[in-house]
């Protein structure tokens, strides 16, 4: 069953005007939707992107919730395909290493078997969502506490399910695997999450995937460290 919450976890926002909303809230958010879209056009053209923003993998078309107003990654397919840059028949990878299952991915994506799901996730924290869970094709649920060893090697396992013939990949890289975050409910190190990103894209470019990275979630205080250290791994392969 599904707990109604309130999606920025503030109880007092509905208060606020809408103009304060959409300048400090919304519009922000659709700038990070914006990202992904050009960070996916870039890596169709030959060039594989970051976006510092995006990775809005609980929204999905039905509702919005844990901090995510739009799924960027539904509104950049959707877009791609009405430009022409993807077609309907096109497969594409979302690979989620974020501490949490990307419900709103896999509820944006239900229906659509042209989109295969590889999430590494904490099973015991939020979203307790078994529906969602089940449209995931290669999963990972791992324990809170799970340490960067026991992590590295179960999405190494993972990654080496994946076969080629991908028009394009999307992989949420949220931070809150750090031992650091108040959410995540993980042990990861800064050095390790960066080893994570890099076996990631490794494997996307041994199949030769074009890749968008999206920084998804991250609360602690190491998180900007994380994401730094994850794009020099990444630029380094």
């Known amino acids: 069953m599904l707990h109604k919450r309130p999606v920025l976890e503030a109880p007092y926002i509905p208060l606020l005007p809408y103009s304060w909303l959409d300048k400090r809230i919304l519009l922000p958010m659709r700038w990070g939707v914006a990202g992904t879209l050009a960070a996916a056009q870039s890596a169709l053209s030959g060039v594989d992107a970051w976006n510092l923003a995006g990775g809005y993998h609980h929204a999905s078309p039905h509702r919005m919730e844990g901090f995510c107003i739009y799924n ?3 509104i950049s397919y959707q877009q791609l395909i009405a430009s022409g840059e ?3 028949d096109d497969k594409i990878l979302i690979i989620d290493i974020d501490a949490h299952h990307g419900n709103g991915n896999a509820r944006t994506f239900h229906e659509n078997k042209n989109v295969t799901l590889l999430d590494v996730y904490n099973a015991d924290i939020y979203p307790n ?3 969602s869970r089940r449209r995931v094709d ?9 340490g960067g060893e026991l992590y590295l ?6 990654l080496e399910q994946l076969s080629s013939g991908y028009k394009l990949a999307f992989v949420v890289a949220g931070t809150d695997v750090l031992v650091t975050d108040p959410l995540g409910g993980l042990s990861l190190s800064v050095a390790e999450v960066a080893q994570s990103h890099k076996l990631v894209y490794q494997r996307l470019k041994a199949l030769h995937i074009p890749t968008v990275f999206l920084s998804g979630g991250g609360y602690g205080k190491d998180s900007a460290a994380a994401i730094v250290a994850g794009i020099k791994a990444v630029s380094g392969c």
């Open 86 to 88: 993807l077609t309907a």
């Open 138 to 146: 290669i999963a990972v649920p791992l324990p809170s506490g799970t």
């Open 72 to 74: 960027d990654i539904g």
């Open 153 to 158: 090697n179960k999405l190494s396992a993972a």
């Open 129 to 131: 969502d078994p529906v």
